[in-house]
Structure formats: structure tokens, C-alpha cells
């Protein structure tokens, strides 16, 4: 019994080890899929998201973006015009599952700091993924983070480095940004992931696009090298 566990937590699945005999016929099995899955309560990680979408398009990946579920209130949400029009606007967007971790060989997680930490509604998401780290189902997925935060001391990296102690019980591999690339030291010069400030009219403070989508293509590059 204790092997077994040991094999679930240390990603020696069946389905790692015997790989369909059709899978060498099928055309779509070299590229790497990449879920982008955010919080964004009036839009600015929304947009690092699609940012990072279009990124990780260029490096030939297959993308889906996705959001968490909402668990705040409706008065709450009803109380911030911005809030509420952001909900609105982005009710085509798909809610994040545990099946869509499966099925990502890089994920880039996107969401505001909240007193140094994930919001809650990022929190609820990554602690349903017990089951999946129990199978070993998240073992080396490579998995990059970005945030945001009113102000450029307020949480930002903290935020990041919360997120990714999650990710080191999963056993995935961390593609931070780090300097690899000039466009980090214009953008603000965060290592662990690109972050931005916002002001109180949801302006961004720092011109952050081209860093994040490098973000995007060096964790795609990275899950690349990982998945050949």
C-alpha cells in the first residue's frame, strides 16, 4: 500500500508510463497546452491573462484561459460599479476545473494580492487540488505566477511566492521570469513573476505587456523542453 501511494505522489501513473498506442499517430500530442487561470475582481489580472494568452500563442502553444469561481457575495459585488461591470463582461469566460489542470502540461495563475497572500477565491481553487497531488497528477507541470497590487509595496511579490509554495508540494517546476530577459527591468523589475501597480481608477502604473508576455513564452519553452 505504501508503494502505491509512493508511486501516486511521485507521478508513476499509467498513464505516464504506457501511453497510448495511437499516440505517435497523433499530430497534437507534441504541443504543449497551457491553462491560464486568474482572479480579476475589476480586470487588471483579466488582462495580464489575455496578455499571457497571446504570448504563450506565439511560443506554439495550446491555450486555454480561465477564471476562477466568484465567491463573493452579490451585495459585495453589487456595492463596486467596476466590480460588477468586470463580472459582467466577462461571463464568456469558463470557470477553471480540476481537469484542466490534468490536461495542462505549463499553467500561469494570475490574481491580485490580498494582505500579502491569494485572494480567497484563488485559495478555494488550489486547496480542491487535493486529489490530483495525492494521484500525482501535478507532478512536474510547470507553472509561472503574475499579481498586482494598489501600490508598488503592497503584496505583489509575497503574493507570487504564497502561490508558489502550493506549487512546490505539487511537485511542479517554477519558471519564474528572473532577469532572462531586459524587459523584466522595465517592467518593474519583479524575478518571481511579472506584477503591476494599479491606481484607484484601475489604471496600470507600469508598462508591463511585453513582460508578461515573455513570461508566457519562457514557461511554454520550459514545459517544452520538460514534455519532449
Excluded: C
Aim: hydrophobic share 35%; charged share 20%.
Amino acid at each position: 500500500m505504501i508503494v502505491g501511494i509512493l508511486d501516486k505522489l511521485f507521478g508513476r501513473s499509467k498513464s505516464k508510463e504506457e501511453p497510448s498506442d495511437n499516440s505517435s499517430n497523433d499530430s497534437s500530442a507534441s504541443v504543449t497546452k497551457v491553462a491560464i487561470i486568474y482572479y480579476s475582481s475589476t480586470g487588471t489580472n483579466y488582462q495580464l491573462a489575455k496578455w499571457a494568452e497571446e504570448g504563450a500563442r506565439e511560443a506554439g502553444a495550446e491555450v486555454k484561459v480561465m477564471k476562477v469561481a466568484e465567491l463573493a457575495p452579490e451585495s459585495a459585488i453589487a456595492s463596486n460599479p467596476a466590480w460588477k461591470e468586470h463580472i459582467e463582461a466577462t461571463q464568456h469566460v469558463p470557470e477553471a476545473t480540476l481537469d484542466d489542470l490534468e490536461w495542462a502540461d505549463g499553467i500561469i495563475f494570475s490574481a491580485p494580492s490580498r494582505f500579502g497572500n491569494v485572494p480567497g477565491q484563488m485559495k478555494q481553487f488550489l486547496d480542491s487540488t487535493g486529489g490530483l497531488w495525492f494521484n500525482g497528477k501535478l507532478v512536474n507541470k510547470v507553472v509561472s505566477a503574475m499579481s498586482s497590487a494598489s501600490n508598488s509595496h503592497g503584496g505583489q511579490e509575497k503574493t507570487i511566492l504564497s502561490l508558489y509554495t502550493t506549487m512546490f508540494h505539487w511537485g511542479a517546476v517554477i519558471a519564474s521570469p528572473g532577469y532572462t530577459d531586459p524587459v523584466t527591468f522595465e517592467s518593474g523589475g519583479n524575478p518571481y513573476g511579472t506584477s503591476v501597480t494599479v491606481d484607484d481608477d484601475g489604471n496600470m502604473k507600469e508598462e508591463v505587456e511585453q513582460a508578461v508576455k515573455h513570461q508566457a513564452k519562457r514557461t511554454v519553452q520550459i514545459a517544452d523542453t520538460i514534455n519532449k
